[in-house]
């Protein structure tokens, strides 16, 4: 355990027959992956997501230091991943600054997070996570946080006394009961498509030596350079070996082929009950054919053989209802998530500083607004 920070947690008329109550915040870090996992099992929502195999390569592409925060209240527990974050600084920094440099922020790991809890959720318990966790960000030096919800496990709600919570749009979860509800789900047009695909010859197939991982990387890239997608995007080699060799048992490349040639595949992660559409990539010249429609298809089936439960396909770039929200929409017609944001100035003050000392004269909307 990397850290033990713990407050009394009682609100005036909190007072129990059994004693004071005393709520606490461990930290964990990826030095205590086991005792990480250990803690997740005591909450059965928790995903790929939460688990600390998936944030490692997120550390590896320089993203920030992964933390499982664990809250124990007296009748509520809580898990919060996070990435913490030194805050931007300009390199001539006054002498008077220097204390900022002691300060972080926290962001969701890429994908989907925020508070999972366990327990009684009534007034006084979420008022007492709501004081500790800010207690204990404000001891920490922690600024500001950013958190993109779980749209399936829908836990905005839950922390509006924690954060701002913002509804940004929508994303697709396949139901995978069976072949059958997957096929029915699909809209006419995607049927025809995946049709289409398997008569041109196109087969899916599955794997993670490798050799995939490389062809993958080189398929990402030119796809990031067909979107004109942003630095951060083109992730590194270290990324992909710790997606190799860190999530043996929660990552597969799905990769579609034609005539000896790999023209489309997808890293899918999975962890029993679910599946995440994580990373996709195509060749442009083999679009008509339709592969990673029957990429996602044949991911889709594979997973309700397993035993899966859904499959989340994400949502529009930027959470909008776009050509790629629209692709996605063609996989289940009859279910939209909510994606939601949330967001948290836990010092008010040095946020401020930090946004001055950024150069930003006006805001844009990005939140936290200094690393706009």
Known sequence: ?????????????????????????????????????????????ADIYYSPEYTKGFAENGDGEPLLLHYTGDRLQAVNVVMKRPVPLPENLNPADEELKDYVDYVTPYGYGGFLLEGECSEAELQQLQKVYADFCRDH?????FVRFHPVLN?????????????????????????????????SKNRNMIRKAQKSGVQVYWGREPALFEAFEDIYRETMDKVGARDYYYFKKEFYDSILYDMKQQAMIFYARLEGQTIAASIILYDGNALQYHLSASRREYQSYAPTNLILYEAACWGSVLGAKTFHLGGGLGSSHDDLYHFKKQ??????????????????????????????????GYFPAYRA
């Open 331 to 364: 996989f289940n017609r009859n279910a939209d998530c909510t994606f939601s944001i949330g967001r948290v100035k836990m010092n008010e003050t040095v946020y401020d500083r930090l946004w001055e000392l950024n150069n930003h004269k006006k805001e844009t």
């Open 1 to 45: 355990m990397k850290e033990i920070w713990q407050r009394s947690g009682l609100l005036p008329g909190q007072m129990r027959n059994r004693g004071i109550v005393l709520a606490k915040i461990k930290v964990y870090d990826l030095e205590q992956a086991e005792e990480w996992k250990k803690i997740l099992t005591r909450f059965p929502k």
């Open 155 to 187: 836990n905005a709600r839950r922390v509006e006394k924690l954060y701002e919570v913002i509804d940004l749009g929508n994303t697709i979860c396949m139901d995978l009961a069976s072949p059958e509800i997957i096929w029915q789900n699909l809209s």
């Open 141 to 145: 030096k922690v600024v500001a946080e």
